[in-house]
């Protein structure tokens, strides 16, 4: 069996290593019919891949929600693959889940969960608020995370998913203008692994949003709020979609997998010790213990301090749209909102041409 993953520990260590145990004998984890040989893709690949076109390939893909819409067809339904029962008694944090389910019908399990979360180097305190975020960036070496995607889905965080909303649209992007004049300009134009990468390096000292890693040695915090408000965040994680190219031939070795990939044993123990950010809401909820809590290496860093830090964050994280389209759309709008902050375009004027854009057929 052919499976595609991504390019980065988190997303193909775990797998690796259940695929050396399926070969080496008996696999502690549980017994398959046939291992899964991962392939690997860039982040990136999750915009820029079509997930209809790799299930020309693969059997089992590790996938990012927001291209399910253009894909159905490709795909097999959980509701083909598992009872109803066995379904319902998996428990994946916050809404990674529902994430994946769209017309009617479950196309995915959550694999590993992700949200925008604060980020610090250890000892450095990172506000709770955006108004404190803003006074704390006076003073602080603070730096945003706009590259790629990441400039929308700011916005979209800042704004609790009313990015269409006039007065919360154009409230954030005047928020996320004053951010980027007192932040390290070079750094801000990453991606979340790049500003998490100069953070441990000790080039910035927090970023008050971005995608939380668990195995970087640095603190991770709750997402800002807006007082009264829950944080605003955009829920990231990947999940395990199904080709139908070869479905008949190897339906029960798919179900194996599944079963096994999300799996309390698998979520809670495997992963967090080969440095996977599994999804299953037993460890978001508090459940890690052992040394796999403490993995990442200080109190700081603690695998523990991680979940438990950002546990509400991922609660009430925002799912995006879904519809054939939205993940170029996506990057258009990251793009116009990353350019029109480094020109300095009036938010009034910003918000209006990003409208302008989500009207556009």
């Known amino acids: 069996m052919r499976g595609l993953t991504w390019d980065h520990p988190r997303g193909y260590a775990p797998l690796d290593e ?10 502690p984890y549980g017994q398959v019919p046939e291992p899964i040989v991962w392939d690997r893709q860039p982040l990136e690949g999750f915009e820029s891949e079509p997930i209809a076109r790799l299930c020309e390939t693969y059997d089992v893909m590790v996938i990012d929600h927001p291209g399910l819409g253009a894909a159905t067809g490709a795909l097999v339904p959980m509701e083909e693959l598992f ?14 889940l529902e994430s994946y389910h769209l017309d009617g019908r479950q196309w995915a399990l959550p694999l590993d969960a992700a949200t925008q979360v604060a980020a610090a180097r250890p000892g450095v305190h990172v506000p709770s608020s955006w108004p404190e975020v803003r006074e704390a960036a006076v003073s602080g070496r603070m730096a945003l995370c706009l590259g790629g995607p990441h400039a929308f889905l700011m916005f979209c965080a800042v704004t609790c998913g009313d990015f269409l909303d006039e007065e919360a649209g154009e409230r954030a992007l005047e928020l996320m203008a004053e951010l980027l004049a007192l ?61 139908r190219r070869r ?3 190897i339906r029960e070795a798919v179900r194996a997998h599944l079963l096994r990939l999300t799996s309390e044993p698998v979520q809670g123990t495997l992963f967090p010790a080969t440095g996977g950010q599994p999804a299953a809401r037993s460890v978001w909820a508090g459940g890690l213990s ?24 991922m609660e009430a994280a925002w799912v995006r749209p879904r519809f054939p389209g939205y993940i170029a759309l996506q990057e258009r709008s990251s793009a116009l909102i990353r350019e029109g902050l480094l020109a300095r375009t009036p938010a009034r004027g910003l918000l209006k041409t990003l409208h302008e854009e989500w009207r556009t057929p």
């Not at 259940?18 to 696999?27: F, I, P, Q, V, W």
């Not at 009872?83 to 809404?95: D, S």
Request: charge should be negative.
């Open 247 to 249: 479905i008949g031939e």
């Open 290 to 313: 052992g040394p796999a809590a403490t993995a990442t290496g200080g109190p700081a860093g603690s695998a523990r301090a991680f979940y438990r830090d950002t546990f509400a964050t």
């Open 183 to 243: 932040a390290d300009p070079a750094v801000s134009l990453l991606n979340p692994i790049g500003v998490l990468d100069a953070m441990a390096a000790g080039r910035v000292d927090f970023c008050p949003l971005l995608y939380g890693y668990v195995t970087y040695p640095l603190a991770f915090t709750d997402a800002p709020a807006w007082p009264g408000r829950e944080p605003g965040s955009v829920l990231g994680g990947t999940g395990l979609v199904v080709s």
């Open 83 to 96: 009872e109803p029962e066995e379904l319902a008694g998996l428990r994946f944090a916050g809404r990674s």
């Open 18 to 27: 259940l695929t050396r145990l399926d070969r080496a004998g008996a696999n």
